[in-house]
């Protein structure tokens, strides 16, 4: 029984985070608006390129479980919490931006970032894909609250990365931009949700 209502209460709050799934989704695509043509185009192309190579070619999960060692490894002084972070930080598309960093700092080259934001795309469309196909295998029950509620708020923290990465490669800030427009839209979704349950509540009381 208790398993139950915590289970029901987790896929309560799954249910409560899908208006800022929604939203980051759809702010995602604004977000490249400030961005060059170029590098837009080399980010969804690696998003593409993962897709398809995860498909027809290969599922890359030794690599990415690699990667989640790597941060796990680093932070093990905050266990259990360092497989949480795991999730949240794509550690792959974290050392390309860190190695951008360091040729553009050293070797002034940053006329060759289109190609950074291509792997920095095909790395965190891995990172995404594999930690939900983790997550689905750890959850054995039909519903899969744990699973909803968990990739519900991964996904979220991770565009919140990906935006504050994608920043430093550009070498530009929006993610003020992008907090704040993610957050109003959200907002509007929840304020929508709950103006037509009241009216249908309304609806049901008159008739």
């Known amino acids: 029984?208790?398993?139950?209502?915590?289970?029901?209460?987790k896929l309560l709050f799954a249910i409560f985070l899908l208006p800022l799934v929604i939203s980051c989704s759809l702010e995602i695509k604004n977000f490249f608006i400030t961005?060059?043509?170029?590098?837009?185009?080399?980010?969804?192309?690696?998003?593409?390129a993962f897709l398809i190579t995860f498909i027809f070619v290969h599922p890359f999960r030794g690599f990415h479980e690699f990667g989640q060692r790597m941060i796990s490894g680093l932070l093990k002084v905050i266990a259990p919490l360092d497989q949480v972070v795991a999730n949240i930080i794509?550690?792959?598309?974290?050392?390309?931006?860190?190695?951008?960093?360091?040729?553009d700092?050293?070797?002034?080259?940053?006329?060759?970032?289109?190609?950074?934001?291509?792997?920095?795309?095909?790395?965190?469309?891995m990172h995404v894909i594999l930690v939900a196909q983790i997550?689905?295998?750890?959850?054995?029950?039909?519903?899969?609250?744990?699973?909803?509620?968990?990739?519900?708020?991964?996904?979220?923290?991770?565009?919140?990365?990906?935006?504050?990465?994608?920043?430093?490669?550009?070498?530009?800030?929006?993610?003020s931009t992008f907090f704040k427009s993610m957050i109003s839209n959200a907002w509007?979704?929840?304020?929508?949700?709950?103006?037509?349950?009241?009216?249908?509540?309304?609806?049901?009381?008159v008739k």
């Open 1 to 9: 029984m208790g398993e139950l209502i915590i289970s029901f209460f």
């Open 35 to 48: 961005y060059s043509g170029t590098d837009k185009e080399f980010f969804l192309w690696g998003l593409l």
């Open 90 to 103: 794509p550690f792959f598309t974290l050392v390309i931006v860190i190695v951008y960093w360091v040729v």
């Open 105 to 125: 700092h050293f070797f002034k080259l940053n006329q060759y970032s289109h190609y950074f934001v291509f792997f920095a795309g095909f790395t965190f469309c």
């Open 135 to 175: 997550l689905q295998e750890q959850e054995k029950s039909i519903l899969k609250p744990n699973y909803f509620w968990s990739m519900a708020l991964y996904f979220v923290l991770n565009v919140f990365i990906i935006v504050l990465l994608l920043d430093l490669i550009i070498g530009q800030f929006t993610f």
């Open 188 to 205: 509007d979704l929840y304020v929508d949700v709950y103006n037509k349950i009241m009216s249908l509540m309304v609806k049901g009381k």
